[in-house]
C-alpha cells in the first residue's frame, strides 16, 4: 500500500442511504460454469428487483473485461485479480446502498472466499449456478465449449482450466431442473426471508 494515503470518511452514512433506498445492501455473487445460466438469470433477478423497487447493477463477466479489467487474461493470477478488482467495485456499490449482482465463473475457492472477506456477516450471498458440464457443452451459446475442445481457446473452464465447486453457499440453483423464472423465484424468496427486500417491495414503476 502507497505512504500518504488516508481514508476519508463520508457525511452521508450507508444507513442514510438504505433509508432512501428502502432495502438493505449486499452482493449477490453467481458463480458456476460457462453456459451454466448465471449471466441470464442475473439479468432476470435484476428485472425482477428493479419492478419491486430494489436498487441493482450487474457486473457481468464480459461486460467488465471490456474497460475496467481489459487488461487481464485468463491465467489464474489474472482471473484473481479480476475478481479482486470486482469483488472492491462489488463493496462500493454495497456501501452506496445497492444490490450488486455480480456474474463471474470465479472457478477458485479462495478467489471467492476472498471476495466473502472483504464484506460484513450476511453482506455475500454466493448464488452457485449448478449445472452439469455436458449440459452446458450442448448449450455451448458462444460455442467456446467447442473451440476450447479443439484447441482454439486456453485455458478454459470445464476444459483445460479446473472450476472448485463450492461447499457452503446460500442458495444453489440447478438449472438442469428448474426454470429461470423459478430460479428467480428462488432467489427473491431468501431476500425476503432474510429481510434484505421486504415481501411486497416498494411501488412498482411502469
Not at 33 to 47: Q, V
Not at 72 to 91: C, M, P, Q, T, Y
Request: a positive charge.
Amino acid at each position: 500500500m502507497q505512504k500518504n494515503i488516508v481514508w476519508h470518511e463520508h457525511k452521508v452514512s450507508r444507513r442514510d442511504r438504505e433509508v432512501i433506498k428502502g432495502h438493505k445492501p449486499c452482493i449477490l455473487w453467481f458463480t458456476g460454469l460457462p453456459s451454466s445460466g448465471k449471466s441470464t438469470i442475473a439479468n432476470e433477478l435484476e428485472h425482477v428487483l428493479n419492478k419491486r423497487g430494489a436498487h441493482t447493477y450487474v457486473l457481468d463477466g464480459d461486460n467488465v473485461r471490456h474497460g475496467l479489467n481489459k487488461n487481464l487474461g485468463f491465467s489464474k493470477e489474472d482471473r484473481k485479480e479480476n475478481i479482486r478488482r470486482v469483488g472492491e467495485v462489488a463493496k462500493l456499490f454495497v456501501d452506496a446502498g445497492i444490490l450488486p449482482i455480480t456474474a463471474f465463473i470465479s472457478p477458485f475457492k479462495e478467489d471467492r472466499d476472498m471476495v466473502r472477506a472483504l464484506m460484513k456477516e450476511g453482506e455475500f450471498i454466493e448464488v452457485f449456478i449448478k449445472c452439469p458440464l455436458e449440459v452446458c457443452m450442448e448449450r455451448d451459446p458462444k460455442g467456446l465449449y467447442k473451440k476450447a475442445i479443439a484447441g482454439e481457446v486456453k485455458d478454459f473452464t470445464g476444459i483445460s482450466h479446473p472450476y472448485e465447486e463450492p461447499s457452503n453457499s446460500e442458495i444453489v440453483i440447478k438449472t438442469d431442473k428448474i426454470s429461470v423464472k423459478e430460479a428467480v423465484d428462488v432467489i427473491v424468496e431468501y431476500l425476503v426471508r432474510n429481510k434484505i427486500i421486504s415481501e411486497k417491495g416498494k411501488k412498482s414503476h411502469e
